[in-house]
């Protein structure tokens, strides 16, 4: 089901082309570990777009069901908690090197 502020969640899906780049980076240039956790923040990004999209297409209709069957509003937490998984290892990488 879509959530009562449906419109500023699209609007905030492309606020997620910055996150998808600066995950590409990393992924690319590693350290290994932060790579693959880039690589899941990526691949959770993409996922909460594509449902936001949806969205955008059929706003008033109910949303349907992703491959997975996750609600949108769980992949969005998700997505929150992996950023701030990536962000601690990050932080933790950097002020070990």
């Known amino acids: 089901m879509l ?7 699209i609007r905030d899906a492309n606020q997620l082309d910055d ?9 690319l240039e590693g350290p290994d570990h932060l790579a693959e956790l880039a690589g899941q923040l990526r691949d959770q990004a993409i ?3 594509r449902c936001w ?3 955008a297409v059929t706003p008033f209709t109910r949303l349907r069901q992703q491959e997975t069957e996750q609600d949108p509003n769980d992949m969005y937490v998700r997505l929150k908690e992996t950023v ?3 962000t601690r290892a ?3 990488h950097l002020n070990n090197h």
């Open 90 to 92: 990050a932080r933790t």
């Open 47 to 49: 996922s909460v777009q």
């Open 84 to 86: 701030e998984e990536f």
């Open 19 to 27: 996150l998808l780049r600066a995950a590409s980076v990393v992924t």
């Open 3 to 9: 959530s009562p502020t449906w419109q500023q969640d």
């Open 53 to 55: 999209h949806e969205a």
